[in-house]
């Protein structure tokens, strides 16, 4: 696809079709992430596949808040995990956030590509997902999407949830863009 086409047709979808996402998309998705830009290229990001079902239900009922719950119908979880200690810091700025971030969206826009939804998890809370997935000490959890083919999503709830997430419609270039000098 071309890559404002991409860029326009990538959306949050929270809500996800029974049909199980073919193992080589995930693997497609998977290689998008490894090639994103990184501090100094070190590439301090690692990331969790969870199929298992039970696992799903785990990260939806208690790995997250209630708002996320509607995790629990999605095929595929993929949680990214950053290590602070592998990236870089500067100006207060913590680069493992930012490496982890690119590579991330390097897995939407990816997976968009290929038909599949996808929604950044940011709300989570971090001790939980890290015994339910035995993640070590040293990593951070950034942040975790479900990818799955898109159902209708124009029920009430979905609607709900939308509502909380927030609008989805842009700031305009004038108002965030500024020429020269602030
Ligand atoms: C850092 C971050 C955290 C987010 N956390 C959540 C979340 O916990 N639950 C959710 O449903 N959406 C979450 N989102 C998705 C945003 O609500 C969504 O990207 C935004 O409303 C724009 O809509 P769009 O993705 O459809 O363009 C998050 C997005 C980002 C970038």
């Not at 199929?51 to 719950?69: C, M």
């Not at 100006?91 to 690119?102: C, H, K, P, R, W």
């Not at 939980?128 to 709830?157: C, H, Q």
Request: charged share 30%; proline share 4%; with cysteine.
């Amino acid at each position: 696809m071309d890559f404002m086409d991409l860029a326009k047709e990538r959306k949050s979808v929270r809500k996800y079709s029974d049909k199980e996402v073919e193992d080589d998309k995930i693997d497609i998705i998977l290689e998008a992430a490894r090639l994103a830009p990184s501090w100094a290229n070190k590439q301090c990001w690692s990331y969790i596949v969870v199929r298992n079902k039970e696992t799903i239900a785990e990260i939806a009922t208690k790995g997250t808040g209630i708002f996320n719950s509607w995790l629990k119908k999605a095929p595929v979880v993929i949680v990214a995990c950053g290590n602070p200690k592998e990236s870089g810091s500067r100006n207060d700025m913590d680069y493992y956030l930012v490496d982890v971030g690119i590579s991330m969206e390097h897995i939407m826009l990816q997976a968009a590509d290929l038909g599949l939804g996808t929604c950044w998890i940011g709300w989570f809370d971090e001790k939980e997902m890290r015994r339910i997935l035995g993640i070590p000490e040293n990593l951070k959890v950034v942040a975790f999407t479900p990818i799955g083919y898109p159902a209708d999503d124009s029920g009430m709830r979905t609607r709900l949830t939308k509502f909380f997430a927030g609008s989805a419609k842009r700031k305009p270039l004038e108002e965030i863009v500024h020429k020269d000098k602030w």
